[in-house]
């Protein structure tokens, strides 16, 4: 078996970078309007102005992606991946491609984005040669990518992970270089790629410090260069920073942003067994290196790379478990961890080895057996319900103002019952259920308007009030769009029929239906805006009280889509179904 793989390496490992750079190229959830949508713009900024600011490109001054300094406005997340990004912007720039055009932004994130994928995964199997035979890097490579968070964060977008993975995984190999005698490091060049981590992900100064101990106490003699490289870089990114934004570090690399979660407790063991941000629940395939660490314990601990790992580990936990946003927003499963997946590699690979040389065949067999089997389950989960199962990313949909969402969140990330691995359009629909079953709505008697800013209806997936000169509206979001609410028993008819009034109009043609209570009442099929009656048996509303009290009226829109894909000019990307002005229940 090994002979075959020894044969066959360079064709299996570029299957690997091919596929790699297919699956996260074209995925169906989309994520490069979020975090990521002015890093490109920033790059196109600096190649025309010699700036970072974008006073000249934005349409919308408010976005709260942005951040205002002495009167100018800046991208306010990390500049790192902005300047890597800029010769890819330049070329297209050459090619007439703009950044602030929406589409042509999304096309050259997702491009990148999937070659930081194909490169990634040669840099997976480099390291994992310098530990394992072709067979077991073969596998190594295909797991810790396809089955890990890496390839479920890499393909939604560019985020800040996928060049500074880049950048910890070649530091990794350059020490390991180093520790086996077959290449000595460069401290220039591990401080300019130590400073290049930072510069694009502030958390990984983690990472950085690791490293310095590593240094400090194996390799000492590295210690010295590597540390003023780092410092005359610090110190150079300092000076900018006080020049751009009169102040020592830019709004994002601020340490006081490592606060504010509300327990620690709670938000790590979030971040490593939760059923929506679990580290060991989105990269199963983990569990088996954490039950044969008992058992080369000892001779792990003699290895000075074990420590570098558990190290670079154990400080990361800590900091994004005293985030106040723990588990990262909108994404899919172990964000805020991928950036460890390298330590976790470098410990697997580590500990493989010495298990390999402690224990018999047959147990061999097993662990590899295992091993395989829950990568099985984490390909499925990253891979597919990651990248292709949409309702993964409707997942998210949190409701009502804050301090509710922050509660929410929480609550929907550790409920075992709706796991984000497993959403579907089902499970959605029963979670909304619990979520809305009482507190925040209030009974509103029959024939009263409900208007698009309705504060006794909970409105789910729905985006915010707009107005304008002709009145106001609320946008649905996705293909269904629900409303939950409850009415009084006062002039509540226990038999008889009743009307559901609404004032709506799709964005598009198409048939809209309407469905309360899980029964379908009627259909909108015209776009212009106009009012539906829709007749309905009484005994169809729930009473308040008792159990179960609330009702769901909602509309299914599978004709949604969004204004840009319709009008190129548009800046609109949200993905919009029906426009609904008002509702009213009324008892003839």
């Known amino acids: 078996m090994e002979s075959f793989f020894r044969k066959s390496s360079r064709l299996l490992l570029l299957i690997l970078v091919v596929a790699a750079f297919l699956v996260t190229r074209d995925p169906d959830n989309d994520y490069a309007f979020g975090d990521s949508r002015y ?116 393909g939604t977008a560019l985020w800040t992970h996928n060049f500074a993975l880049i950048i910890t995984l070649f530091v990794l190999l350059m020490l390991v270089y180093d ?9 220039y060049l591990l401080g300019l790629l130590l400073f290049a981590a930072y510069l694009i992900r502030p958390i990984l100064v983690m990472f950085d410090l690791a490293v310095l101990l590593y240094v400090l106490i194996w390799r000492r003699e590295l210690f010295l260069k ?27 690399y601020q340490p006081k942003r490592v606060s504010g979660a509300g327990s620690f407790w709670t938000a790590l063991l979030g971040n490593l067994v939760s059923p929506g941000r679990g580290l060991l629940i989105y990269n199963p395939f983990l569990l088996l290196p954490l039950l044969v660490l008992p058992f080369v314990i000892k001779a792990s601990i003699r290895q000075p790379l074990f420590w570098l790992a558990v190290g670079w580990l154990a400080l990361h936990l800590v900091i994004i478990s005293r985030f106040g ?25 580590l500990l493989t080895r010495a298990a390999i040389e402690r224990t018999s065949v047959p147990w061999q067999r097993a662990g590899l057996g ?49 796991p984000q691995f497993l959403a579907s359009s089902e499970m959605l629909v029963r979670r909304s259920e619990q979520y809305h079953r009482a507190d925040g709505i209030q009974p509103f008697p029959l024939g009263q308007t409900i208007l698009p800013d309705n504060t006794q209806v909970t409105f789910e997936r729905w985006y915010d009030p707009e107005e304008d000169g002709n009145g106001q509206w609320r946008w649905s979001q996705g293909d269904w769009a629900s409303i939950h609410f409850k ?83 548009s800046t609109d990307d949200r993905i919009v179904g029906l426009a609904l002005h008002r509702l009213q229940l009324i008892v003839p």
């Open 226 to 252: 590597l540390s003023l490289t780092l410092l005359v870089c610090l110190a150079g990114f300092i000076l900018y920073s006080w020049r751009e934004f009169g102040q020592l570090l830019p709004p994002y």
């Open 325 to 349: 946003h723990w588990w990262g927003g909108w994404s899919f499963g172990s964000r805020l961890t991928v950036d460890v997946i390298p330590a976790l590699l470098l410990l697997t690979l």
């Open 370 to 418: 295992t091993f395989a089997a829950l990568s099985v389950v984490a390909i499925f989960f990253n891979s597919y319900q990651g990248l292709y199962n949409f309702d993964t990313f409707l997942w998210h949909e949190w409701h009502g103002p804050e301090p509710v969402r922050q509660i929410e969140r929480e609550a929907y990330i550790l409920d075992w019952k709706y």
């Open 179 to 187: 520790d086996r005698g077959k290449r000595p490091a460069n401290p």
């Open 487 to 569: 009415v009084s028993r006062e002039n509540m008819p226990r038999q008889g029929q009743m009307v559901l009034e609404i004032d709506a109009s799709p964005f598009q043609p198409q048939e809209v239906t309407v469905i309360l209570n899980g029964q379908t009442i009627g259909s909108i099929d015209q776009t212009q805006p106009s009012v539906f009656r829709f007749p309905f048996q009484a005994s169809l509303l729930r009473k308040n009280p008792p159990r179960r009290h609330f009702n769901t009226l909602t509309f299914e829109t599978p004709g949604a889509v969004s204004p840009i894909s319709i009008d190129p000019t």
């Open 39 to 154: 890093l490109l713009v920033t790059s196109q900024a600096l190649l025309s102005s010699g700036t970072i600011r974008l006073d000249d490109y934005l349409d919308d001054p408010d976005d709260s992606r942005l951040v205002e300094s002495g009167g100018h406005l800046y991208d306010y997340f990390p500049l790192g991946t902005s300047l890597l990004a800029s010769p890819a912007v330049w070329l297209a720039n050459l090619q007439g491609q703009d950044m602030t055009d929406i589409e042509q932004n999304k096309t050259l994130q997702h491009t990148l984005s999937a070659l930081s994928a194909a490169l990634i995964v040669l840099l997976i199997y480099l390291l994992s040669r310098c530990f394992a035979g072709y067979a077991l890097s073969i596998l190594f490579t295909a797991v810790f990518f396809f089955g890990s968070s890496i390839v479920a964060t890499l």
